[in-house]
C-alpha cells in the first residue's frame, strides 16, 4: 500500500524505517594535463560517484585545459608543480570535503582503486558499508610485458584488457580512502596514520605503456622545469629515458607469475612492510621501507572490465 498522508492520518505515523540515505563520496586527484591517462580516470571515478563529485587540483597556468571536463571543480594553484605544495594543500581541501561528504578517496590521476570482488560487486558498493574511519589500499604497477601491444592515444576499451600482470609495491601502500581528516607527506605515499589495510588495492598505471610513459614524463619534465625549487631526484625521476625505461620492463618478465586474487594479498610482504613502519617524531608522519616483490600477479577478470 502506498505510504500517503491520508494513510498515516488514520493509522498515526508509519512504522515501515526509512531507507538509508546514501553517503556521499568525493574524489580527489591533482593533474597537469587533462589527455593521456586522466579521460580513464574521469571515465572511472565518474562511472562509480557521479562526475560532479569530482576534484582535481591543477597549477598555475593550466586550469584552462580541463575547461571541458566535466568535474565538481578545478582548484588552481598560483605554482608550478611542487611535491611538497600539492600534498600540503590536498591535505587541507580533503578536510574541507569531509565537511559535506562521507568519504574522500584521494589518488593520483594515474591510479584505480579496485575492490576484491568477492568483498563487493564494485568499489562504490564496498564505500556504502564499509565504516572504517581511513583505509590503506595494497599498491601495484600494472605493467606492459612483451608482445603485449601498445595502447592507443585514446583507447576505445578498456585498457586492462590488453594487460596480464601487475607487480607488489609497497610504495603504492597508500591511505587512499578517508573518512576523517588525514595528513599526506612525501607523494602521498606517507600518512600521520598507520596503515590500515582492507579489501582494497591500488592499481598504478605509470608502467601499462611505454609510450604512455615516456609521452607523460616529459609533460612532467616541462612542468617541472617551471619550477626553479624542483628538487633533482624529481627531475630524474620524471627523465623521459627510453633505454632506461625499456630495460626496466624487460627485466621484470622473468618473475614468477601468479593467479588467483588470494595472491593479490602477499600476507608476508605486507606484514614486512607494516614492521617497518614507524611514527616519525618530528612530523607525525608513519613512515617504513618501500620495496617491489618478484613476482607478477595476474590481474582478476572481474577488473578487466572497469578500466
Not at 89 to 117: G, K, N
Not at 211 to 219: D, H, I, S, T
Not at 237 to 247: G, S
Amino acid at each position: 500500500m502506498a505510504d500517503t498522508k491520508a494513510a498515516r492520518g488514520a493509522t498515526g505515523p508509519s512504522q515501515e524505517c526509512p531507507p538509508e540515505m546514501e553517503k556521499r563520496v568525493a574524489v580527489i586527484t591533482d593533474a597537469v594535463a587533462a589527455d593521456f591517462i586522466f579521460p580513464i580516470w574521469q571515465r572511472y571515478y565518474g562511472g562509480l560517484f557521479g562526475h560532479n563529485n569530482l576534484f582535481v587540483v591543477t597549477y598555475a597556468g593550466l586550469a584552462g585545459r580541463f575547461r571541458d571536463c566535466a568535474l565538481g571543480g578545478v582548484i588552481e594553484l598560483p605554482v608550478a608543480y611542487d611535491d611538497e605544495i600539492r600534498h600540503a594543500i590536498v591535505s587541507h581541501l580533503v578536510a574541507a570535503l569531509l565537511v559535506t561528504y562521507d568519504t574522500v578517496v584521494r589518488v593520483d590521476a594515474d591510479e584505480f582503486l579496485v575492490v576484491d570482488p568477492r568483498a563487493s560487486a564494485s568499489l562504490a558498493d564496498f564505500l556504502q558499508t564499509d565504516e572504517a574511519p581511513y583505509l590503506t589500499a595494497r599498491g601495484f604497477d600494472v605493467i606492459q610485458l612483451t608482445g603485449e601491444p601498445a595502447l592507443a592515444a585514446v583507447p576505445a576499451a578498456p585498457i586492462l584488457s590488453e594487460r596480464r600482470f601487475a607487480y607488489p609495491n609497497t610504495a603504492l601502500n597508500k591511505t587512499t580512502v578517508v573518512r576523517t581528516p588525514v595528513r599526506w607527506e612525501g607523494g602521498f605515499h606517507c600518512a600521520d596514520v598507520y596503515p590500515r589495510f582492507g579489501p582494497l588495492f591500488l592499481l598504478h598505471m605509470k608502467r601499462i605503456d611505454i609510450g604512455w610513459q615516456l609521452a607523460w614524463f616529459r609533460r612532467m619534465t616541462e612542468n617541472i622545469s617551471a619550477n626553479p625549487k624542483a628538487e633533482n631526484y624529481l627531475k630524474d625521476y620524471y627523465a623521459p629515458d627510453e633505454v632506461r625505461i625499456r630495460d626496466y620492463h624487460a627485466g621484470v618478465e622473468n618473475r614468477t607469475r601468479l593467479a588467483g586474487i588470494e595472491s593479490w594479498y602477499r600476507e608476508a610482504f605486507t606484514a614486512d612492510f607494516l614492521a617497518h613502519t614507524q611514527l616519525t617524531p618530528h612530523n607525525g608522519i608513519y613512515q617504513s621501507r618501500f620495496d617491489h616483490e618478484d613476482v607478477l600477479c595476474e590481474i582478476v577478470p572481474e577488473w578487466k572490465a572497469l578500466i
